[in-house]
């Protein structure tokens, strides 16, 4: 398995003020990473580093085998980039815009099959400054894409769009990784996070307290709740064992001759496990 | 060099595409012509020893370097600063320097355009004789164009906004357009006129225009004020490597 990015002990200060705050991880080859955290956690911070746009203050990082921050125009040729605020030229339209970066590259994507990719068919050939936010949004994206890159850095990508457009943004990104694409992914949505990547991590005020698949930061580190009511009483158990404790109870209270009232098995969902790890912090910075 | 044909085109096809801008920058300087020639070309300055056409003619192109290199680029440089596209450049391959270079190359091609549309026009409706040395007023040009467009580049750092982008550079290069004598001429000035005037770099460079263009002098016998614009197009260089940034102001 190669590693297509590496972060050890990176940190970044802005002044005084230090918004990451030494974190480490790694992505393979071909994989979706998710990178969540609440307002300021140091999410943009993070992938502009990456993407060799702000320097660091300190750490070791390597991105397609390259530090990011000294890297030439070849490796530029082979990441695409949605920055977290959309960034386009309002009076050309999305097909020129494409025709215009892709110009920047050795071996673009042909125009319409972006175009195509992105849904923006309909709009091919208006003016970019009369499209929707999504639209528009959808555009940041045909443009990360239009290079052909081996790795994109999405900083919030699919903010403002609809849930249809949300789905077929999914599935572009399942698409992409398909075809080998690194993808290193921002965003505020737990279900996009827990749809789309192999591995997430979860920032908070510039260091990392949570990392793993979303099914081990859902299944592993907390506990299921059982929950039932027995003579009248609301119980509320949790456990590491769901299988042997639930036998253990349903057992005991049909040899009693008994019913669990409203019992109900639950695993928390990457949401709650989110909440929990982040919520003291939200809106507090 | 491919890389910079691409961007070259692309930049033709932004200017354009922008009509408002292209009105203010390229053709304000043209209608301008059309306007004072008819009310004045046909009078003689007698301070300056020459018809009011071949007067406004140069004056013009002084005007010209003004709304198209300086204020012009500046302004888009600014506008694309706050969208967010100079940071999105700057993820692409192309290199700052194509990038620039393509720009500042654009803006001169656009430039050169409405100075021959101008010498064209004096030519055709005021009967201005097209110049005599055309090598100097080549020269002229390309050097009006680099000073004015590395001041363009220094000022667009001074700027926070994009909406008030067009409102503060238009307030700094209209007063000085007008004062450097590219519509009148600065030598019935009031005295603190005249000091104003002779501290700005269109001033000097509206003279050179107006030496090459109507006198046929050479374009270094006026070396003088060349030096003058050189200044301030090299502090304008200056304010731009120090200010000059590519990702927004109000991010
Ligand atoms: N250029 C800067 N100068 C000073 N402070 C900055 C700068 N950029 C970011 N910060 C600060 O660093 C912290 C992290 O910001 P960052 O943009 O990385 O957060 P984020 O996780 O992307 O947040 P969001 O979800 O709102 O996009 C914030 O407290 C922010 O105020
Ligand atoms: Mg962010």
């Given at each position: 398995m190669t590693i297509a990015v590496s972060v050890r002990d990176l940190r970044k200060s802005?002044?005084?003020?230090?918004?990451?705050?030494?974190?480490?991880?790694?992505?393979?080859?071909?994989?979706?990473?998710?990178?969540?955290?609440?307002?300021?956690?140091?999410?943009?911070?993070?992938v502009e580093i990456l993407e060799g746009y702000r320097n660091r203050s300190s750490g070791d990082?390597?991105?397609?085998?390259?530090?990011?921050?000294?890297?030439?125009?070849?490796?530029?040729?082979?990441?695409?980039?949605?920055?977290?605020?959309?960034?386009?030229?309002?009076?050309?339209?999305?097909?020129?815009?494409?025709?215009?970066?892709?110009?920047?590259?050795?071996?673009?994507?042909?125009?319409?099959?972006?175009?195509?990719?992105?849904?923006?068919?309909?709009?091919?050939?208006a003016r970019v400054r009369t499209l929707s936010g999504g639209q528009k949004r959808r555009l940041d994206l045909g443009l990360a894409l239009i290079g052909n890159p081996d790795m994109i850095f999405l900083d919030e990508p699919t903010t403002g769009f609809d849930p249809g457009a949300r789905r077929a943004a999914w599935e572009t990104i399942r698409n992409l990784r398909s075809l080998g694409t690194t993808i290193l992914l921002t965003t505020h949505y737990l279900d996009e996070a827990e749809q789309l990547a192999d591995q997430v991590a979860v920032l908070r005020g510039g260091v990392i307290v949570r990392a793993g698949s979303p099914a081990e930061l859902t299944g592993g580190a907390s506990e299921t709740e059982i929950r039932y009511r027995?003579?009248?009483?609301?119980?509320?158990?949790?456990?590491?064992?769901?299988?042997?404790?639930?036998?253990?109870?349903?057992?005991?209270?049909?040899?009693?001759?008994?019913?669990?009232?409203?019992?109900?098995v639950r695993r928390p969902t990457l949401e709650e496990v989110y909440l929990e790890l982040t919520g003291s912090e939200t809106g507090a910075e | 060099m491919k890389l910079f044909v691409h961007q070259l085109r692309t930049e033709q096809l932004l200017f354009w595409r922008n009509r408002e801008a292209a009105f203010f920058t390229f053709f304000l300087p043209v209608i301008f012509f059309l306007i004072f020639g008819a009310i004045y070309g046909d009078t003689d300055i007698s301070s300056e020893h020459i018809k009011g056409s071949y007067f406004l003619e140069a004056g013009m192109i002084g005007y010209g370097v003004a709304s198209t290199c300086f204020a012009g680029l500046g302004i888009t440089l600014v506008v694309r600063r706050e969208l967010g596209i100079l940071k999105r450049v700057r993820t692409t391959p192309l290199t700052p320097l194509?990038?620039?270079?393509?720009?500042?190359?654009?803006?001169?091609?656009?430039?050169?355009?409405?100075?021959?549309?101008?010498?064209?026009?004096?030519?055709?409706?005021?009967?201005?004789?097209?110049?005599?040395?055309?090598?100097?007023v080549l020269v002229v040009l390309l050097i009006g164009a680099v000073c004015f467009a590395a001041m363009g580049l220094g000022i667009s750092g001074f700027v926070r906004s994009a909406e008030g982008s067009s409102a503060a550079i238009n307030a700094v290069y209209l007063p000085m357009a007008i004062i450097s004598g590219t519509f009148f001429t600065p030598k019935g000035y009031p005295t603190f006129l005249k000091v104003i005037a002779d501290a700005l770099p269109l001033t000097h460079y509206t003279k050179v225009t107006r030496?090459?263009?109507?006198?046929?002098?050479?374009?270094?016998?006026?070396?003088?004020?060349?030096?003058?614009?050189l200044a301030w197009g090299i502090a304008g260089m200056l304010a731009a490597l120090k200010l000059f940034r590519w990702q927004p102001r109000e991010a």
């Open positions: 802005y002044g005084e003020f230090e918004a990451v705050k030494g974190i480490d991880f790694e992505i393979a080859a071909g994989q979706v990473f998710g990178l969540l955290g609440p307002n300021g956690a140091g999410k943009t911070t993070t990082i390597s991105v397609l085998g390259e530090d990011p921050q000294h890297a030439g125009q070849a490796w530029r040729s082979r990441i695409g980039v949605v920055l977290q605020s959309s960034s386009l030229y309002p009076n050309l339209t999305p097909r020129e815009s494409l025709r215009v970066f892709a110009g920047y590259y050795a071996t673009p994507r042909p125009v319409d099959e972006v175009i195509e990719i992105v849904g923006l068919g309909e709009k091919a050939d027995q003579a009248g009483e609301e119980i509320l158990e949790r456990t590491t064992d769901p299988t042997r404790r639930l036998h253990e109870l349903t057992s005991a209270a049909l040899e009693r001759g008994e019913v669990l009232d409203g019992i109900e | 194509t990038y620039l270079s393509a720009v500042l190359g654009s803006i001169f091609i656009v430039f050169l355009f409405e100075a021959a549309l101008i010498i064209l026009i004096g030519r055709v409706l005021f009967g201005v004789p097209f110049p005599t040395q055309a090598f100097s030496d090459v263009m109507v006198h046929g002098v050479h374009v270094w016998s006026d070396w003088k004020q060349l030096l003058v614009v």
